[in-house]
């Protein structure tokens, strides 16, 4: 079993993994990818680790991910990556972990105290959000507002920096790479429809309602991210339907 920080790290132990197999010449410049399920048999992590492992070699330009087509090995940009960028960082997904243990507490604890100028505060940043979905910059800022803008409704010092600096951790070449292949603004769209229902608790007063909403919206999140791009992007998961067998003669 893995301790706290090799499980941090497993998706950047796995990335020089597959970093070292492109530079002993296993995968080809040019070749495609095994699938995402076959890589995660192969290294024995999850789809998720895999997942997250493929965006810092595309961020590091070693492959590209090819929506239809696959995920290829490329020839590394002429700007190498740095130490820092190779730096074991939190995933996306012990992020999100870590904002939903974080963030419930916080939006029960709003609702209790909840004055006219929170909720405004809270409904101007949806309006920002509503109107902005199709700009990510607008969105985001629009989004970093709404969630701080909770925190500072419990008038908390140290919890607005906590909550601003968490989200703030998604600000990198990294999470900005993973993001352009699950956020649009479809996504945004539902995204506002969870803040509101955050928002409504906490202006009903209803702390169980609040941290029971945020951490719905958490969890859809991660699942926005969870989505698998290795089938979806090889157009492996189309095929396996053309050869589903026929209603009712599979013995699943």
């Not at 410049?29 to 076959?38: S, Y």
């Not at 951790?169 to 945004?188: D, Q, V």
């Not at 941290?211 to 992007?233: C, D, I, P, V």
Request: proline share 4%.
């Amino acid at each position: 079993m893995f301790s706290p920080v090799e499980s941090r790290r497993l998706y950047r132990q796995v990335a020089d993994q597959i970093r070292l197999m492109i530079s002993r010449g296993e995968l080809a410049v040019g070749q495609r990818l095994p699938a995402e399920r076959d890589l995660a048999e192969q290294l024995s992590v999850s789809r998720p680790t895999v997942r997250e492992a493929l965006i810092v070699l595309e961020v590091e330009g070693l492959v590209n991910i090819r929506m239809g087509s696959g995920i290829y090995v490329v020839r590394q940009h002429a700007a190498t990556a740095t130490g820092n960028e190779r730096e074991p960082v939190e995933g996306p997904f012990e992020l999100l972990q870590a904002r939903a243990i974080i963030e419930c507490a916080i939006a029960e604890e709003a609702a209790g105290c909840a004055g006219p100028e929170g909720i405004a505060l809270l409904d101007e940043a949806l309006t920002r959000m509503s109107g902005g979905v199709n700009d990510a910059s607008t969105v985001l800022a629009a989004d970093r507002a709404f969630h701080t803008g909770i925190a500072a409704i419990v008038g908390n010092a140290t919890l607005i920096r906590v909550t601003g600096e968490m989200f703030d951790m998604r600000m990198t070449p990294y999470f900005a790479k993973l993001a352009s292949h699950f956020e649009g603004p479809g996504t945004w769209r539902s995204a506002v429809d969870e803040h509101r229902v955050i928002r409504d608790a906490i202006a009903a007063g209803d702390g169980a309602g609040a941290k029971a909403a945020m951490r719905a919206h958490l969890t859809l999140s991660q699942k926005r991210f969870s989505e698998s791009f290795g089938e979806e992007f090889s157009g492996e998961e189309a095929r396996g339907r053309k050869k589903a067998p026929a209603k009712g003669t599979d013995k699943i």
